[in-house]
């Protein structure tokens, strides 16, 4: 079995990070859904993931896209509703940004954020401003692209890339609240889906402010 490079483990701590904050959060991303969808976010998700952390010890991590397209496929059978399609090709997305590459460093973490959200995109007929996840997911990566290809000062480190992909997608969720949602089932309701934030915003940034606090405390 191949060693897990150090860039390896840190994509595979992100990815088990996101995963447990799923099923940890079931219940306030479900409610969060309710207030103008269908309430079932939370619970599909949790349940797809959980399934990732239950096979987790079964995945190569060795190879980046293997692992990542390994992954995909767990969530694209498991995940119920909207969310598994989307969830699915976005890591599948990602897996193909790195094909072939043995290691992943900041540039590629780039890569593929912005590979799973053209995937989204087109899988879910997209974009930014309709009030979806990519209100967060694009703002967070276009953070992250124009800090790591900056050309002044010392090359960002993993947790300061982590602390301003936390607090963009943050900010980015939040502003979804005044929106009216035009895709998902949120987009039924109208002029309901005013007032509250998306849940798939809202879920990306609780997930990437969870890898930010745990970053330098990972074993």
Known sequence: MPTTSASAADLAFVVRTVAQTAVD??????????????????YSLARGFEIVLADWD????????????????????????????????????ASAAVRERPEVGAAD?????????EGIKARGKSDLGDKTLLDALIPMTDALEARVSADDGPAAGGSELAALAAATARKAADGTTPMQARRGRQSYTGERSIGSPDPGAVAVAVMAERVAAEWDARG
């Not at 859904?33 to 079932?40: F, P, R, S, T």
């Open 109 to 117: 973490a780039v890569a593929m954020l912005r590979a799973a959200a």
């Open 25 to 42: 959060n079931e219940a306030a991303f479900g409610d969060l859904d309710a207030v103008a969808g269908d309430g079932d976010f939370g």
């Open 58 to 93: 079964g995945f190569d991590q060795s190879v980046p896209s293997d692992f990542l397209r390994q992954v995909a496929l767990v969530i694209s059978k498991r995940v119920g509703g909207t969310s598994g399609p989307l969830w699915g090709t976005a890591f599948l997305r």
